[in-house]
């Protein structure tokens, strides 16, 4: 029998997909306005005076604000949307995650070792992870994980569905 549970989408997929170079591209827009305001307007000596301080001042917080904004944009946004899009799907022995854009893992129940809800949340939604050891011949087993965020719909259903088929409790905090 199979489980599907899947994340709504609550963003386009183009703004998903391209979210860094849309904030990139604007802040490298910002940065070629003032610097074009400047050149423009701007009255360039050789001497160090107190207008040339200025100018190097403001072009040294628009260059801060241009390169951290985005980062910091980027950041959140992938946070609160990065897994848009993603299905979990039970089967009677595997779990198997797909992304939006057709990237898969599958776990078989035998190969989950932990379930748990990560510490501390610095990029809410709070999220669980299922750890599996994958055994790879002659070689040491391989770590993965997959994430469950509370914003998938019926979360708890799938982690209580997920930890009756494993026999493993979810930790609250490890």
Excluded at 98 to 119: A, D, L, W
Excluded at 143 to 161: E, F
Aim: overall charge positive.
């Amino acid at each position: 029998m199979l489980e599907v549970y899947s994340y709504p989408l609550t963003q386009s997929e183009f703004l998903i997909d391209n979210y860094a170079l849309l904030t990139w591209s604007g802040a490298a827009i910002i940065i070629a306005l003032v610097w074009a305001i400047f050149f423009r307007y701007g009255n360039f000596r050789y001497g160090i005076d107190l207008g040339c301080l200025l100018k190097t001042g403001i072009i040294i917080v628009v260059m801060t604000f241009c390169l951290g904004m985005p980062n910091y944009l980027n950041t959140k946004f992938y946070a609160a949307h990065s897994f848009e899009g993603d299905k979990i799907t039970l089967n009677d022995n595997a779990v198997l995650y797909e992304t939006r854009n057709g990237s898969k893992k599958t776990f078989q129940y035998t190969e989950i070792k932990q379930i748990y809800q990560e510490p501390i949340t610095y990029n809410p939604p709070v999220t669980y992870y299922v750890v599996a050891v994958i055994d790879v011949p002659n070689k040491l087993g391989r770590v993965d994980s997959i994430g469950i965020r509370q914003t998938l719909p019926n979360y708890s259903t799938l982690l209580n569905t997920l930890s009756a088929k494993t026999g493993l409790k979810v930790e609250k905090n490890p």
